[in-house]
T-cell receptor, first 113, second 115 residues
């Protein structure tokens, strides 16, 4: 079964610093990959998705992710953290031909003023 | 606002009871998915319906069942509730039943507390 692994359940960065949230996938073929964000007491919102059209994917709120087949990674980055980025972030995989999302365990991002 | 609505927002009940969670997908979306989010299990897929028919099943207990009605809203029924069923239950919808690139739009969730 295809899965994703998120390294680091908690990440803290200073306001204005680079945000890097790690996600590795296990798949014999390039899957469809997603990053979702969950703000406190809210549902999940899609940040960005990889659908094989381009390896560098730009999303909302200044986030982007790069698909690296050689490293089986899909790390999420943002050049400059903002206080409003504090949330939980989930990487998810949706294997071709199977529509259910399999989520990683999530990374809680804390922004230090 | 994703356009997916879920009711109720909060539900508190006792062990052994039965509850029904309701989801209305975005206008025009044919697929509805149910997910459970708990501290120990994380986010897990339960079941998917497409245009009224069950499409895929995940880690859904036999005590749980779901259906999608002709107007495309869906209900998740949880019976013989146990303490461990306490969780946040999300509904998501997507436009079609085929093609895994379809984005899933999530509702705000129903928080179930079993006492």
């Amino acid at each position: 079964a295809q899965s994703v692994t998120q390294l680091g359940s908690h990440v803290s960065v200073s306001e204005g610093a680079l945000v890097l949230l790690r996600c590795n996938y296990s798949s014999s073929v390039p899957p469809y990959l997603f990053w979702y964000v969950q703000y406190p007491n809210q549902g999940l919102q899609l940040l960005l998705k990889y659908t094989s059209a381009a390896t560098l994917v730009k999303g909302i709120n200044g986030f982007e992710a790069e698909f690296k087949k050689s490293e089986t990674s899909f790390h999420l980055t943002k050049p400059s953290a903002h206080m409003s980025d504090a949330a939980e972030y989930f990487c998810a995989v949706n294997p071709f031909g199977n529509e259910k999302l399999t989520f990683g365990t999530g990374t809680r991002l804390t922004i230090i003023p | 606002d994703s356009g997916v609505t879920q009711t109720p927002k909060h539900l508190i009940t006792a062990t052994g009871q039965r509850v029904t969670l309701r989801c209305s997908p975005r206008s025009g979306d044919l697929s509805v998915y149910w997910y459970q989010q708990s501290l120990d299990q994380g986010l897990q897929f339960l079941i998917q319906y497409y245009n009224g028919e069950e499409r895929a099943k995940g880690n859904i207990l036999e005590r749980f069942s779901a259906q999608q009605f002709p107007d495309l809203h869906s209900e998740l029924n949880l019976s013989s509730l146990e303490l461990g069923d306490s969780a946040l239950y999300f509904c998501a919808s997507s436009p079609a039943g085929g093609g895994s690139y379809n984005e899933q739009f999530f509702g705000p969730g129903t928080r179930l507390t079993v006492l």
